[in-house]
């Protein structure tokens, strides 16, 4: 069981460990641009539901929970020399808003069965909740249909998440290839008052609960904000998120200006220093939570996005920090391996459509549509020029509004309707696609990694 010495995670023994790994994106947190639907994880099943009725619908997302990560993808990914896997997790498979402060045991099922399987492998796990009752954050990957992270308003949310969190820290305190907890990925606390005491809350609650997991919190504001923090706690990893502005879907050439901002290596390392300054100062060990550039299926601009991630690896091996790549496995945009055969055949051109309206905020260039956007954009500018909502700005809150919520769940009768009359075979088929051995290999990224980690 790991524990935090100085700077450094250690075994029971001293040894220190550097975790270096992957998030197990789009698995028991589901993300649109991860398996190709639109908008967030809760109406896009209840569309698929619609059509395919309650018993199939259960068919094929557990036909998909068990494919997605087998025993060949926990072998993969320790022969690239990964020693940690980073799990988000979705609060509704174990807790329902109909009976909240009931903690679903079957839900626990799949989480079981991967962290015990990574273990085997010598991997161990970090598991986080990636959505909250209420959502955590303003965006689809803490399943949120709104804009709004309710969570940070209502006591009510808040307490249900610290008693699931008690839940999950007692059934996995002995177990030790469990790394530690990640209790909110991406807090988005607008007025930057209320994710503090809660935090204060939560860890006192969480130590009750299990004293010697390492606890890996983020900084407010998506993981870039640590002075809500109001003390050092004990045994703990403070996370930064590391996203490479030339790395987004939007991000322009590498070396040079994105959106008028110059990025080249030794911008990333100023960045990363910025962004881990809390860690240097308090002296606790620097974990990078998620990074990791968007791909474009372009091998010129591609070989840039390649670059980006070497350059980045290569600052964290000179800092010592440990990391944890986004994402492992999806549809084609940023995993190491990605979805091919019934499904991509089923949804490809879905997903195309999706890509030129830009429905899917990690997939969009923001010039998707412009004709249609760009008055909107400087109506905007013009009557409210002193616009300045939280956490991004006008450009990205009027998109998220309009592309990623209007559009994206506009086109949700659309997904689900490719679902209409397929047999149980079928669905299976469906969800089988995501199985490894159906999948195609990023080999470019895969070599990277396994240069890196000595895999």
Known sequence: ????????????????VRLRGVGLGGWLNMENFITGYPADETSMREAVREVLGEDRAELFFERLLTSFFTERDAALLAGLGVNCVRIPVNYRHLESDQRPFEVIEHGFRHLDRVVDLLGSYGVYSVIGLHALPGAQNQHWHSDNPTHVAAFWNHRHFQDRAIHLWEAIADRYREHPWVAGYNPVNEPGDPSGKVVGPFYDRLVKAMRAADPRHVLFLDGNTYATDFSIFREVYGNT????HDYALAGF???GPYPGYTRGEWCDRRELERTFEKRSR?????????????????????PELDEQRYRILRDQL????AHGAGWSLWTYKDVGLQGLVHAAGPYLDRFGAFIGKKRRLGADRWGSTMEESADVLAPLHAMLDAEAPGWAPYPWGARYQTDDLIRHILIAQALLPEYAELFRGLSDDDVVELADSFALERCVRRQPLLDLLADNLGG
């Not at 069981?1 to 220190?16: E, F, I, K, N, R």
């Not at 990893?237 to 930064?240: S, T």
């Not at 290569?314 to 091996?317: G, Q, R, V």
């Open 314 to 317: 290569d600052i964290y091996d």
């Open 278 to 298: 809390f860690q240097r100062e308090t002296g606790t060990p620097l974990w990078v939570g998620e990074f990791g550039p968007v791909y474009t299926g372009h």
């Open 1 to 16: 069981m790991l524990q935090v010495s100085g700077t450094q995670l250690v075994t029971a023994d001293s040894t220190p």
């Open 249 to 251: 879907a939007h991000g």
């Open 237 to 240: 990893v403070f996370v930064c």
